[in-house]
């Protein structure tokens, strides 16, 4: 073996376990920490940040990657080897163009703007959040001039979720699904409306958690692997393929924590079955934040919304929550694939959830540039919930503070959610033409066949190859909204009968 690329592995594996280091002071903080401790992890935070930040544009690590161009030319494009030698010169020619004191500083105004908002929603007032904004938007746009000149300001910010994505790219997705969205949306409103009056109610949050575990274990949920705690807004995160972190949010009053346990169940599997050989290197990662989401809309939309599932998971909900046990399996069907606008993005049905993400994708774009002001913000959002969904947040929980993901500013995340649904239907339609009738097996509780199959397909080779590779190997072509926008169309049509979806 090559004893520079041993040198590589060995750096690899140092900045893993410390970039894990810090993800774990993450986690703690928005599971258990109290707040007190605030300052305190924003700094311990930031020095582990700083350390692996260090690493990763030291001289050394140049070095190493210069003397292995020979080495990485005389291995296959998917070997672990190879792969490695590429995506770590990716990354240290990335982290080379931002200076250290900026990366730390980021990760501190961060933590402290993360702290904000959670005061600023318990006190019901923006402007305990708006001087955190302002400077985690100054510090993000110098971050974008690290960058040099660029088509457009949102272009680097989104490169960090969506690696090799330009905005040019995102936009004609947003507009055919736009295109699409909002006739869909119109038919709903004229239909019948659905009843969903058996998703509220008391439902005990001990019943929600053993249903919620039970659900995941037969998906691969297993508690030697996997943990699941709780937070403000769902996560879910990995320490080691072997060391699994969901996070939910279980609520007295509704079901949503219990789908937030499908969904963040869906990344979890992602990390969990990348392959063995690539752990404590930057391999051992999905590959981009829109494959995760892929992964996670697949299992709590495809899988988790679809009818064949519940007919085995719906006599375990009736026994944990004795209210359903008068409430028939196609009306409860009906209900958690109800359609209709509603104010929370993570509650909102899988055809409005779109639009939720595409005004924010516009807002964060207005903000960058300069053509919005941050204290305009709240306005500016809740217009654009009374143009897209025809409604209006009537508090700041409900509007602009629902999402910690802007505590920091932290932008080009939102568009991933959508893209990651587009994705999610077309490796779906791959995976049923590979493996039959998926809902045949689900009636029979087999979930193993597709689990192995993403295994198999996507999750094993980590981040080995770019999200529009992993697209074209897997799906047989470019990211497109087209069978999305069927499928869409195809439950609707399930949901409300032949009147909707039918254009
Ligand atoms: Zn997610």
Not at 165 to 185: G, R
Request: hydrophobic share 40%.
């Amino acid at each position: 073996m090559n004893g520079r690329y041993e040198q590589l592995r060995a750096l690899a594996g140092e900045i893993w376990d410390i970039e894990k280091a810090s993800g774990l002071l993450s986690w703690d903080e928005e599971t258990g920490m109290p707040p007190g401790g605030a300052h305190a992890r924003a700094e311990q935070k930031a020095t582990l940040q700083r350390l692996a930040h260090e690493r990763w544009i030291s001289d050394e690590l140049a070095e190493l990657l210069e003397e292995l161009r020979q080495f990485e030319a005389e291995h296959d494009h998917d070997s672990d080897e190879a792969s490695l030698v590429r995506v770590m010169r990716h990354d240290h020619e990335k982290a080379r163009r931002v200076p250290v004191e900026l990366h730390a500083e980021i990760v501190r105004a961060g933590s402290l703007g993360y702290q904000a908002w959670l005061e600023a929603r318990a006190r019901e007032d923006f402007s305990v959040l708006l001087p955190h904004l302002e400077r985690n938007l100054e510090l993000r746009r110098r971050y974008v001039e690290c960058f040099g000149p660029q088509d457009d300001p949102y272009d680097p910010l989104l490169d960090d979720y969506e690696p090799g994505m330009k905005t040019s790219d995102v936009d004609p997705v947003f507009e055919q699904l736009k295109a699409a969205l909002v006739p869909m949306i119109a038919a709903v409103k004229e239909a019948e409306p659905v009843d969903d009056s058996c998703l509220r109610g008391y439902f005990p949050l001990d019943a929600q958690r053993r249903f919620s575990v039970w659900v995941m274990e037969h998906w691969g949920y297993d508690p030697a692997t996997w943990r699941l705690d709780g937070t403000v807004h769902p996560f879910a995160t990995a320490f080691a393929t072997t060391d699994i972190r969901l996070t939910t949010r279980f609520q007295p009053d509704h079901l949503g924590g219990v789908i937030a346990c499908l969904h963040e169940f869906g990344h979890g599997i992602y990390e969990r079955q990348v392959s063995p050989t690539l752990e404590r290197t930057p391999l051992a990662s999905g590959v981009s934040a829109a494959m995760h989401e892929s992964q996670s809309r697949m299992w709590e939309n495809l899988v988790g919304r679809s009818l064949a599932t519940w007919r085995v998971f719906y006599p375990k909900l009736q026994e944990e929550l004795p209210q359903f046990a008068d409430v028939p399996l196609t009306t409860f069907h009906r209900a958690i694939n109800k359609v209709q606008p509603s104010l929370v993005r993570t509650e909102a049905d899988e055809v409005t959830y779109n639009l939720h993400v595409i005004l924010r994708y516009e807002i964060e774009r207005e903000l960058l540039s300069g053509t919005l002001a941050l204290a305009d913000l709240p306005d500016a959002f809740n217009a654009k919930m009374r143009d897209y969904l025809g409604l209006d947040p009537p508090d700041l929980v409900r509007g602009v503070l629902q999402d910690a993901h802007w505590s920091d500013l932290g932008f080009g995340y939102f568009p991933t959610y959508s893209l990651g649904n587009v994705i999610s239907v077309q490796i779906w339609e791959r995976a049923q033409n590979d493996l039959g009738d998926l809902e045949e097996q689900f009636e029979r509780g087999e979930f193993g066949a597709l689990r192995d199959w993403l295994g198999e397909h996507v999750h094993r080779f980590g981040r080995k190859f770019t999200a529009a590779e992993t697209v074209q190997r897997t799906a047989g072509g470019p990211i497109d909204p087209a069978p999305y926008v069927a499928y869409l169309e195809r439950k609707l049509r399930d949901v409300f009968g032949a009147a909707v979806g039918a254009s």
